[in-house]
């Protein structure tokens, strides 16, 4: 049982070796603006999630993931199956009007630009900005949610973390979010929104 997952990596053996023989997950090397390997990873798919980063990448690529996400449109727009475009950015990223609440904006200019993590959320504004209107009238075609959890911690799941119309003020475990991102590509009237994960 369970979902059927595709997941485009850039090095398939750094993941997990009981992860890489799991029957239900296929591993697809690719990267970010490899179009056959998005098409391939995307194909038939009933729920599409970006969960990828390159915070970790010093200097941060210049608009990498909105390039990336212009390369994913057609794609998703080709693919009638597709039910939900999951996104995920940060609590710190902006709505597509360019609001952000005090606390976040605040943190975001100056613990985003002392951390080095204030490129990477710009890119996110550019890619909430393109998901949510420049994308073009193709984009209108694909519904989405646009997830902005707080920071991720390796921990046990606490199982209080949730959906929220406020930025976390706490770390939120990596098992946790997953949980919470399943049950939002199941849940329609969160479809065309930007919520907190906390």
């Known amino acids: ?37 998005i098409a391939k990873t995307v194909q038939g798919s009933d ?9 970790a990448v010093k200097p941060y690529p210049t608009d990498i993931m909105k390039n990336f996400v212009e390369t994913l449109i057609p794609v998703l727009t080709n693919d009638k199956k597709i039910k939900c475009f999951l996104y995920q950015a940060g609590a710190f990223s902006k709505d597509a009007n360019d609001n952000i609440d005090t606390v976040p904006f605040i943190l975001r200019e100056t613990l985003g630009r002392m951390m080095g993590n204030y490129p990477m959320v710009r890119d996110n ?15 209108k075609k694909v519904p989405y949610i646009i997830t902005r959890p707080g920071g991720l911690k390796e921990d046990t799941a606490t199982g209080t973390v949730g959906i929220s ?29 930007l919520p907190f994960i906390a």
């Open 1 to 37: 049982g369970g979902y059927k997952v595709n997941a485009m990596v850039r090095n398939p053996s750094k993941v997990a070796e009981e992860s890489q023989h799991h029957p239900n997950l296929t591993l697809i090397k690719g990267s970010f603006d490899d179009t056959d390997a």
């Open 47 to 55: 729920y599409v999630v970006c969960m990828a980063s390159a915070a």
């Open 125 to 139: 504004d550019a890619v909430i900005k393109l998901i949510c209107g420049d994308g073009g009238a193709d984009m």
């Open 165 to 193: 119309d406020k930025a976390a003020s706490t770390m939120i475990t990596y098992e946790d979010l997953a949980k919470v991102t399943l049950e939002a590509l199941n849940n329609e009237k969160l479809y065309g929104t």
